[in-house]
């Protein structure tokens, strides 16, 4: 068999180590399909930014910053690898940040996590939520692939920055102290949200969400029929979603309430007679 030809991308170099080689099956399981979207579309706008303001961009749109017009696992698209990599790093630091820092908040629907008090080494701390740790991700995964950082804006380091991101971080730390009251305040007996009473029930019930079948067993449980049957659970999910705006819009009021309760008010002072 010949071996003139080779093709250009399995003779470049692969990389001898992978971006996330440490990390875990539970780091990886905590990577969403909408994180994977995110992290997909933020790697393109990224390298193609850099890759247009310094004149690099080839006709078909790809990003070009590698050697030869490859990335460093053959794709003609750098933005691909750097997606790649940024997947994996997002799902080590993700995991890291769970494993060592306090919550700071939870997402109201799910009753999930979804901020952290996050210190860096040589800073002040403050508030990482996912959208975050992937932007973390995405530039960490394109200076692994060739690209530089953009130069830092100055907004971020004046004293006003620094006093709003001060006043941001206490109150937001206060909030979620206070999340489990505004919670409980806003769903009251659950009377008012019975879809998501019924989700919540199963879900609580089951060992592994991602084959429980939760929406397919409310639906049953609520309309009887076939089991996984697609209108009885289009139902359900529109049920639940405008449960969950309602809830959601509750707790803004009460969150709110709480922020304003303590406002000095403007007193009118009497007539005298």
């Known amino acids: 068999m010949s071996h003139a030809f080779i093709s250009p991308v399995f ?4 990389p001898s180590t992978v971006a996330g080689e440490a990390v875990t099956a539970e780091d990886m399981a905590r990577v969403t399909e909408a994180d994977w979207s995110a992290i997909v579309e933020s790697a393109r706008r990224y390298c193609w930014k850099l890759d247009a303001s310094r004149s690099r961009k080839r006709a078909d749109g790809s990003a070009t910053i590698a050697r030869d017009g490859y990335g460093s696992y053959g794709h003609d698209d750098v933005s691909d690898d750097v997606a790649q990599d940024a ?39 403050f508030l990482a939520d996912r959208a975050l740790i992937r932007k ?42 206070m999340a ?21 029930d ?5 060992d592994d969400l991602g084959r429980a079948g939760v929406f397919s067993t409310v639906a049953q449980q609520t309309y009887g029929g076939k089991y996984g049957s697609g209108r009885p659970q289009r139902r359900i ?9 309602e809830l959601s819009a509750r ?23």
Request: net charge neutral; proline share 6%.
């Open 136 to 177: 973390w991700a995405v530039k960490d995964a394109a200076r692994r692939n060739g690209y530089g950082t953009p130069k830092p804006t100055s907004e971020a380091t004046t004293p006003e920055a620094a006093e709003q991101r001060a006043r941001y971080l206490a109150s937001a730390t206060y909030f979620a102290s």
């Open 87 to 125: 997947v994996l790093i997002y799902a080590r630091r993700l995991g890291a940040i769970i494993r060592s820092c306090v919550v700071a908040s939870v997402d109201v629907a799910t009753r999930e996590p979804d901020r952290w008090q996050y210190r860096p080494q040589d800073g002040e701390m």
């Open 180 to 200: 489990d009251v505004i919670f409980a305040s806003a769903w009251g007996d659950g009377s008012d949200f019975p879809t998501l009473r019924k989700i919540m």
């Open 237 to 245: 999910r529109d049920a639940a979603r405008a449960e969950a705006r």
């Open 251 to 273: 707790c803004d009021a009460i969150r709110d309430d709480f922020a304003h309760r303590d406002r000095p008010t403007k007193c009118t002072p009497e007539p005298e007679d």
């Open 202 to 206: 199963v879900a609580n019930g089951a």
């Open 11 to 14: 003779s470049r170099d692969i």
